[in-house]
Structures are given as C-alpha cells and as structure tokens.
C-alpha cells in the first residue's frame, strides 16, 4: 500500500511539472537576486522562513576548524557519489557525499541509505583510520551544537515575530519588526527568549536537534555536464530542485556553505548581468508547483548560513545553482529515525526471534507459532533486514571504511539474525507441508508468507542485476 501510494504521489509530481513546462513554454518565469529593488519585500512575503546569516556572524575560530575538516576528509578521498535509484533506473548522483552523526543513525534518500561515520560521541568506542579524520568528525559535531542553538533562536524568532504581528498588524510595525530581524538575522537577545510558551520548549527541541549532517562537495570544473535550472533559466545546477526526504516533520533544516573561492572566480562586477552571476555559488527557491510567484536566487559565499524553518521544506522547493569554485556544504537535519537507526533494526530482529525455539536437549530448533500474523510479522522484518540494511550497507557503505570500522560489528551481528531467519522460513515451509495443519489456518498462512516470499525474490532479482 506505502509503495504504490509512493508511485501515485511521484506520477502526480511528474504530470504537474510537464504541465508547468509546457504552460511555460519558452518564457521563463522571473526570479529575483538581492540586486534587484523587490528582493527583500519578496522575501518578507513569500519566503519569511528562509532564514540567512553572513559568514562574519559565526565565531572565526568555528569557520577555521570546520573548513579544515572539509578539507580534510577531501584529502583522504572520504566524499563518495551515490548511486541513487529514481523510476527504477540507478544514477550517479553529480554532488559527492559524506553522512556524519550519532553512532548507528542511517538516512535514506531516493532509495539509496547512507550509513554514518558517528561523530565522537560520549559512551562509544569509536575508532578512525586516523586523527586527522577523528578531529573532523569533531569539529563537524561542533558545528552541529553551534547550528542546534542557532535554530532555537530563530525559531522563536519567528514565535516573537509572528506574536507581534497579530497583536498588531499596522505596515509599519511589520515592516520594522522585519528589518530588525534581517538585521539580527533572526537572533533573539536572551532577556525575549523566555517569552516562548512552555509547550514550546519540547517542541523547538525535538525540532532542532541535529543528529546527522550530510556533506555535500562537487568541483563544478570537473564536471562534464550540469543540468540546466527548467522554470528561471538561472543557469547550472549541482543539485535540481527537490523537498529534503526523511524528516522530522517541521524540523529546520541548517545549513553550512564554504565555496573555495579564489582571485580566479570573482564576482562580475554585477551592471552589464541580469539575474545571478555564474561565477558565484547561489541557493535558489521557489513556491512549490506555483509559476505565479517569482523565484530567488540567494548567492553563498565562504562561511554562510541559511535556516529552513517550519514547513518551508514542504510549502516550497530548493535547488543549489553552481558557480565557478569547489564547494563543500555541511547540511544538518532532524533525520526521521523510527525506522532509520541500528537500535530500531536490532529491536525487530529480537522481535522476529522470539518465534524460533531452541531444544535445551537436542538442540533443534522449531518454531514457537504457526498464526499468520506471526508469520507474516516474522517475514516482513526478514524482508527489511535484508533489503534496507545489509544490502544497502553492502552495496554502498563499506566505502565508509576509509573513515572508520564502527559499522562492522552491528553488521555482523544482523547477518547472524538474517541467517537465523533464513532458517524460520525453511521451518514455516516444512510445518505447512505436514498434513495434520487446520486447513482454514494452513491456507491464510501461506497465502500471506508466499506475499513476502514473491516480494524477497523480486528484491533479490532488482539488487543482484544492480
């Protein structure tokens, strides 16, 4: 049922955006830059819960340790492409990518699941092919507490914001309390953030704390072809226009921006260009499935942060234009967990095995319930160990092993259990064979195990010719 109403949302997906293309045509809707006089009255109405900060407002010492740790895991060829599966075909992604987090957190995009190099974290015993890697991972958890409180402050920055507007909605107070906040940049002094109600305090919590980051570097001079931006013509894209997947629901997103920039790739002078100069890495956003609203371009210098606050990842899209320079981005995030990390996985496995027996005697083992729901529980946790863990992790994460051997042992360990469900499945096969089974219960248990089984062998056939 998830599956096809997956496929159904991602057919609708489709035909509206041929319908916005052809509706478009060859005109091009109209996007804006901050050179342009409506920038800023366009943001403040259509696009409030972006939010920016320069890089001069992020403390020197934070920017020296996280640019070195980008650098860093380049030199040790720790960034990878992803091999990511859209309407059934697999593609290199253009971006290379590194996932750094909590130790067992995974996250899963365009049916691809990266696995985390785990940030040195209290309690577990990490080991880094090397110190350099180590300090890294270090100083990219630094900046995800750093990116965490940034997120509070904007966030009820935006509770104090909207508060006043409904208290009092003349044009003027707006318009003030808006051009206070750019030049804030959305920070709330200490003596306003008591004024959140309490029930927000779980709730910008759970919303902001970071438990991974996914880095992003791509050298747009190594690259033999990018992608034209469809709707605004505003020139190459490293990433196409998307919503994050796999997401705490209103989470901010936070993200870091650190193009290489050298006295190579200055800015055009800016008079004789329309729109967004090429040259300079920007993000561009736009109102999702609208072609009435002008689009942004937002340029990304060294050290530059922006917020995504709220629902603005589903109420609109973003996409990342390239300029001329590498970039690295470290784009923290709420991953969605309930189903995404080593802890969960183990819990089902333990689940499924309480249906196996074991003879203290003879050591055979049988199996505790023939009930179809059982079965059909057992299998289906069979199927996702297999297929969302390790042959994800086999296919793609032992690249990770130029950082660190952490994965190894978890893996290991759901092999065993994998192995020891390969064993239920032999066992339900026999059992249902045996004549002396209800045939009313005999038949609603094959018919719901044969289900999973015909889905296995399908998986199998898909990942094997992958």
Known sequence: GGTMKRRAGEREKELKKKKLLEELGENRLPYLTP?????HQLWKTKYSKLIFRKSDTVPEELHQMVQESFLTLREHD???QDLVRIKGK???TPVSRILIGNPGCTYKYLNTRLFTVPWPTEGYDIKYCSPQIHDACKALMRLNDYLHIEAVKALQGQNLFETKEIKDTTVTDREQSFATSLTEQGSVSKDQSGVCVPEDDRSLKNRTSYNLTLLNYMDPLQMLYLKQEPYFGMG???VS???????VERSVV????????????EESSGQELKGRDPAVWHVGLKVAWDIETPGLAIPLHQGDIYLMLDDLNVTHQHCVLAGLSPRFSSTHRVADSSRGTLEYILGQCELALQNLLTDSDSMALSLKSLEAAVVKQVEEIHNEVEFEWLRQFWFQGKRYLKCTDWWLKPMAKLEEFWRKMEIMTSLVLSEVRKEQQIEEQRNETV????????????????????
């Open 447 to 466: 018919s719901c195990f044969l289900l999973l089984l015909k889905e296995r062998q399908k998986l199998r056939k898909e990942w094997t010719a992958r």
């Open 35 to 39: 050179a342009d006089a409506d920038f």
């Open 241 to 247: 226009w998307h919503h994050d997947e796999n997401l």
């Open 90 to 92: 697999d593609f290199l």
């Open 254 to 265: 936070a993200v870091y921006s650190y193009s290489c920039e050298d006295s190579a790739v």
């Open 236 to 238: 190459n894209m490293a």
């Open 78 to 80: 720790c960034f990878f």
